[in-house]
């Protein structure tokens, strides 16, 4: 007993000149105020909300109980659930890593000799209690949950990319129903100019020319029909796998004006970027190579351990059949690395260059991050300021069409002309339609630009 309590004593001492190995990790990164380069006064950085919802950028009802459904069915989105799990369940483990090892061993005999029957037994528990090197279960304990951070990191990123995927969808599903609706009366408009052609053929006012002219694009406009029909059946199929649900129609409203998200003309504030999960899981990672390199400093720290046996035991008393004399002993060790051929020093080195690859990455993750804030700010911006131009185009070239159909009807234009303007006239028409479906895709990526929010 008392070279255990020398051996304890020991142990104090050490502890006490190590306390640098129970340092907790601090994040010492900050967003730098300009990482978006935002200079235009409509989005200098003001005061935003900290936390965001999806429902802020995706407003429309029918888009966001498909969202909700994809966040309970999706298969992806439960297997990174299930890897949370298997996290927490590692960490669990991490911190009962210390408790001791307890395991109850008894045992017994009855022997036979010469009519002489002797019977012994020995009822011992056993109790192994490794402490380890100095601090190395605590920082043990610390990267585990740094892991366990990462992994729920993880998760949010897989469902900021499932929301994300399902808005887009929806977004060219609308851009479908619109492209066909076009097409639609754009054969109707079409297929009288067509009629009137053959009228005049018929006269003997045109030449067959102008008939075969105007009904090879009257079937272009046909195909095109039949291939927007087919490509909407694809895109509610993918929307049924992202849904986990049997293929079928997916119901979605008509698609209205252009909106850009009020989060947008507010301001942004760059802390908004460490919402976003690839930024937290670098520093998480940081976090975690910082717990290595704690570890590994550890090693260089002795170890110490305790075992020991209690219980009762009647095997001194020969043939004695009632409990005999307790069994109890305690042995401790102190065990001090001196030599282990240059990996402990090794094993030291490589983290802090872990630590330190991941401080720069960390550095690049920001930067992007910044960037496609930018970026998807450019994008809403040009998509909305397009939105005016397209519409009046729209509007001018149809009144082009009209007249130049009239002159035609009156004999003072030639068939060409109301061809060329019938295919302008389409042409912007089916311009308008992406540059909403671009303007839709714009938000989207300002939403996974701020993080992607998941609630």
Same mark, same amino acid.
Request: include cysteine; aromatic fraction near 6%.
């Given at each position: 007993m008392k070279r255990l309590s020398l051996l304890v004593i020991a142990f104090v001492a050490l502890l006490l000149t190590s306390c640098g190995l129970y340092d907790k990790y601090e994040s010492n990164n900050r967003i730098p105020a300009n990482v978006m380069g935002l200079n235009t006064p409509d989005t200098l950085a003001g005061n935003v909300p900290a936390m965001l919802s999806w429902r802020q950028f995706f407003t429309d009802p029918l888009l966001q109980r498909l969202i909700d459904t994809a966040l309970v069915r999706n298969t992806d989105l439960n297997s990174a659930r299930i890897a949370v799990e298997q996290g927490q369940a590692s960490l669990r483990m991490a911190k009962k890593a210390i408790l001791p090892s307890i395991a109850l061993a008894p045992s017994g005999t009855i022997a036979n000799f010469n009519s002489y029957t002797s019977? !012994?037994?020995?009822?011992?528990?056993?109790?192994?209690?490794?402490?380890?090197?100095? *601090?190395?279960?605590?920082?043990?304990?610390?990267?585990?949950?740094?892991?366990?951070?990462?992994?729920?990191?993880?998760?949010?990123?897989?469902?900021?990319?499932?929301?994300?995927?399902?808005?887009?969808?929806?977004?060219?599903?609308?851009?479908?129903?619109?492209?066909?609706?076009?097409?639609?009366?754009?054969?109707?408009?079409?297929?009288?100019?067509?009629?009137?052609?053959?009228?005049?053929?018929?006269?003997?006012?045109?030449?067959?020319?102008?008939?075969?002219?105007?009904?090879?694009?009257?079937?272009?406009?046909?195909?095109?029909?039949?291939?927007?029909?087919?490509?909407?059946?694809?895109?509610?199929?993918?929307?049924?796998?992202?849904?986990?649900? !049997?293929?079928?129609?997916?119901?979605?409203?008509?698609?209205?004006?252009?909106?850009?998200?009020?989060?947008?003309?507010? *301001?942004?504030?760059?802390?908004?970027?460490?919402?976003?999960?690839?930024v937290r899981l670098a520093d998480y990672a940081m976090e975690e190579a910082f717990y290595n390199m704690q570890t590994a400093r550890s090693a260089f720290y002795p170890g110490l351990s305790l075992s020991g046996i209690a219980g009762w035991t009647n095997s001194a008393g020969g043939d004695v059949i009632n409990p005999g004399k307790i069994?109890?002993?305690?042995? *401790?060790?102190?065990?001090?690395?001196?030599?282990?051929?240059?990996?402990?020093?090794?094993?030291?080195?490589?983290?802090?260059?872990?630590?330190?690859?991941?401080?720069?990455?960390?550095?690049? !993750?920001?930067?992007?991050?910044?960037?496609?804030v930018n970026e998807a700010l450019a994008d809403c911006q040009a998509a909305r300021e397009k939105h005016g131009y397209y519409?009046?185009?729209? !509007?001018?070239?149809?009144?082009?069409?009209? *007249?130049?159909?009239?002159?035609?009807?009156?004999?003072?234009?030639?068939?060409?002309?109301?061809?060329?303007?019938?295919?302008t006239l389409l042409s912007a028409q089916l311009n308008e339609a992406l540059n909403m479906y671009d303007a839709a895709i714009s938000v989207i990526s300002l939403y996974i630009a701020l993080g992607g929010a998941t609630h």
């Open positions: 019977k !012994t037994y020995n009822v011992p528990l056993q109790i192994n209690w490794d402490f380890g090197q100095l *601090g190395s279960y605590t920082n043990k304990k610390r990267a585990a949950n740094a892991v366990l951070l990462q992994t729920q990191a993880r998760e949010e990123a897989v469902r900021a990319d499932l929301i994300s995927t399902v808005a887009q969808e929806y977004s060219l599903l609308q851009l479908l129903d619109r492209q066909l609706e076009i097409l639609i009366l754009t054969d109707s408009l079409w297929g009288a100019s067509l009629e009137a052609q053959k009228a005049l053929w018929e006269n003997g006012r045109v030449y067959s020319t102008a008939v075969n002219q105007l009904e090879s694009s009257c079937l272009d406009v046909k195909t095109q029909i039949v291939d927007a029909k087919r490509n909407i059946r694809s895109v509610e199929n993918d929307i049924c796998r992202l849904l986990a649900i !049997t293929p079928q129609r997916i119901e979605r409203s008509s698609w209205g004006s252009y909106v850009i998200p009020q989060i947008a003309t507010e *301001g942004i504030s760059a802390q908004m970027l460490t919402l976003r999960p690839d069994l109890l002993s305690i042995m *401790g060790s102190l065990t001090q690395p001196i030599f282990a051929r240059g990996q402990l020093k090794g094993n030291l080195e490589i983290a802090k260059l872990k630590q330190e690859d991941l401080r720069n990455r960390y550095a690049q !993750t920001v930067i992007d991050a910044g960037n496609q519409h009046r185009q729209v !509007t001018v070239l149809h009144n082009a069409y009209n *007249g130049t159909h009239e002159l035609m009807d009156n004999g003072k234009a030639s068939y060409l002309e109301v061809l060329r303007a019938q295919e």
